[in-house]
């Protein structure tokens, strides 16, 4: 069963999902540009039976709040609060594209929060050519259009600081990369992942959306390095 719920920030308000045992460890799933925790549905039902999963909204997005300031860092700010509100020391955190960002992010400001780190066919923090960014769509979204320039520009010219202190990152760590059909560079992936002190790369030849075109190849990588924690 999926809880749907709630925590009020002092700026926002963060929706998010919760399955598996309450006493089980803790997960956190942080999605990508545009999407929610609904976007994990594919692949809960084989990581929440191990795990107290908890799959977050990120602000701006699915049903959290829509405070117009918006960027990856406080979006990371963010995710501390939240841990801080539901008295979590410490979790592992899975996060895909952007929220892989804000995922290594919060790893480098505060490693003895994160327990273990997935990091799936994220943008490595070097610059890159910066492409338009769209119209707003005409029909309704589950984001706030506002997120988009923002956060495109920081991954676009990401601040050099975020490469420096890969090696602040004192979890274990996997790179889930998408292979030759993902639009991230995986040759940057490979450099960035040589500066995280403990971690290792698997290629799953699924492009980006990894966790929604291979599910299973993607949680047969995924798990068995969760549950190391636990031996």
Same mark, same amino acid.
């Given at each position: 069963m999926t809880d749907h719920r709630t925590v009020e920030l002092p700026e926002v308000t963060l929706a998010y999902r919760e399955s598996g045992p309450p006493g089980a460890p803790p997960l956190l799933l942080l999605h990508a540009l545009g999407e929610r925790?609904?976007?994990? $549905?594919?692949?809960?039902?084989? +990581?929440?039976?191990? &795990?107290?999963?908890? !799959?977050? #909204?990120?602000?701006?997005?699915?049903?959290?709040?829509?405070?117009g300031r918006?960027? *990856?860092?406080?979006?990371? #700010?963010?995710?501390?609060?939240?841990?801080? %509100? +539901?008295?979590l020391d410490r979790v592992d *955190?899975?996060?895909?594209?952007?929220?892989?960002?804000?995922?290594?992010?919060? $790893? @480098? /400001?505060?490693? /003895?929060?994160?327990?273990? +780190?997935?990091?799936?066919?994220?943008? !490595?923090?070097?610059?890159?050519? $910066?492409?338009?960014v769209a119209d707003a769509p005409a029909?309704?979204?589950?984001? #706030?259009?506002a997120v988009v320039k923002p956060v495109k520009a920081q991954l676009d010219t990401p601040e050099p600081v975020?490469? /420096?202190?890969?090696?602040? =990152?004192?979890?274990?760590t996997l790179v889930v990369a998408g292979g030759r059909a993902s639009? *991230?560079? @995986?040759?940057? =992936? %490979?450099?960035?992942?040589g500066r995280i002190p403990d971690c290792r790369v698997v290629t799953v030849e699924a492009?980006?959306? *990894? &966790?929604?075109?291979?599910? %299973?190849?993607f949680v047969a990588a995924v798990a068995p390095f969760l549950d190391l924690a636990r031996r």
């Open positions: 925790a609904t976007d994990w $549905a594919g692949v809960l039902p084989d +990581l929440a039976p191990r &795990h107290r999963v908890l !799959a977050l #909204d990120l602000r701006g997005h699915g049903d959290s709040g829509r405070p918006y960027g *990856v860092e406080t979006m990371r #700010d963010d995710v501390l609060a939240f841990l801080d %509100a +539901l008295g *955190v899975v996060g895909h594209s952007m929220g892989g960002v804000v995922a290594y992010l919060l $790893a @480098q /400001e505060h490693p /003895e929060r994160v327990g273990r +780190l997935v990091l799936e066919d994220v943008p !490595a923090p070097y610059p890159r050519p $910066a492409a338009p029909g309704p979204v589950d984001f #706030d259009w975020w490469l /420096e202190r890969m090696a602040a =990152i004192t979890a274990p639009h *991230v560079p @995986q040759d940057r =992936i %490979a450099e960035m992942a492009g980006h959306l *990894v &966790h929604h075109t291979r599910p %299973a190849e």
